[in-house]
Antibody
Framework: QLVLQESGPGLVKPSEALSLTCSVS??????????WGWIRQPPEKGLEWIGN???????YYNPSLKSRVTMSVDTSKSQFSLILTSVTAADTAVYYC??????????????WGQGTMVTVSS | EIVLTQSPGTLSLSPGESATLSCRAS???????LAWYQQRPGQAPRLLIF???SRATGTPDRFSGSGSGTDFTLTIASLEPEDSAVYYC?????????FGGGTKVEIK
């Protein structure tokens, strides 16, 4: 079955960039879904959608983060990535990658990675 | 942006009782694109309901979703101890996709 796994530094300094990768196994990134997504959850708080990326590279970002977010996909490695620039303590969160249920844009997320905690601190 | 307001904040119920969780949207959710997730401590969210009322694969039939427009409900019939979790609603009918603040269900 499809498994998603996030990876990246657990600690990032303020004003620097956060960079995470989601590795997809158990299926092809280009056939298991059209779209892939990133969601984050600050400690003891709710969930925030960051954005979606299509396997061909088209991106759709949350306007609240759009100026700082870049997503990309590497089909050869079956990975997609997230870069968030100019981070502050408010970006401290568990970051999840996820797959939409039917692989479409307007869709709920049915497969999630385990999440990776990123702390922004000097 | 569609704001989702969940109520109550916390529900404390005994095993066997039923739970009713509310999710109210600030504007109509397109095509009933409303999902419910369960999140246990230290775990990723798990999709329970999509399309307001369709159960995801593996969702027990004691979980049911209903509603349309701006008012949606998740009902958990005959609570079991493993239902202790935080439940989130999410709308995916309009960008940006948004989540409610969550309802914590405690089993006495």
């Amino acid at each position: 079955q499809l498994v998603l796994q996030e990876s990246g530094p657990g600690l990032v300094k303020p004003s620097e960039a956060l960079s995470l990768t989601c590795s997809v196994s158990g299926g092809s990134i280009s056939t298991s879904s059209g779209y892939w997504g990133w969601i984050r959850q600050p400690p003891e708080k709710g969930l925030e959608w960051i954005g979606n990326i299509y396997y061909s590279g088209s991106t759709y970002y949350n306007p609240s983060l759009k100026s700082r977010v870049t997503m990309s996909v590497d089909t050869s490695k079956s990975q997609f990535s997230l870069i968030l620039t100019s981070v502050t303590a408010a970006d401290t969160a568990v970051y999840y990658c996820a797959r939409p249920l039917r692989g479409t844009y307007y869709d709920a997320f049915d497969i999630w990675g385990q999440g990776t905690m990123v702390t922004v601190s000097s | 942006e569609i704001v989702l307001t969940q109520s109550p904040g916390t529900l404390s119920l005994s095993p066997g009782e039923s739970a009713t969780l509310s999710c109210r949207a600030s504007q109509s959710v397109s095509s009933s694109y409303l999902a419910w997730y369960q999140q246990r401590p230290g775990q990723a969210p798990r999709l329970l309901i999509f399309g307001a009322s369709s159960r995801a694969t593996g969702t027990p039939d004691r979980f049911s979703g209903s509603g349309s427009g701006t008012d949606f409900t998740l009902t958990i019939a005959s609570l079991e101890p493993e239902d202790s979790a935080v439940y989130y609603c999410q709308q995916y009918g309009g960008s940006p996709f948004t989540f409610g603040g969550g309802t914590k269900v405690e089993i006495k």
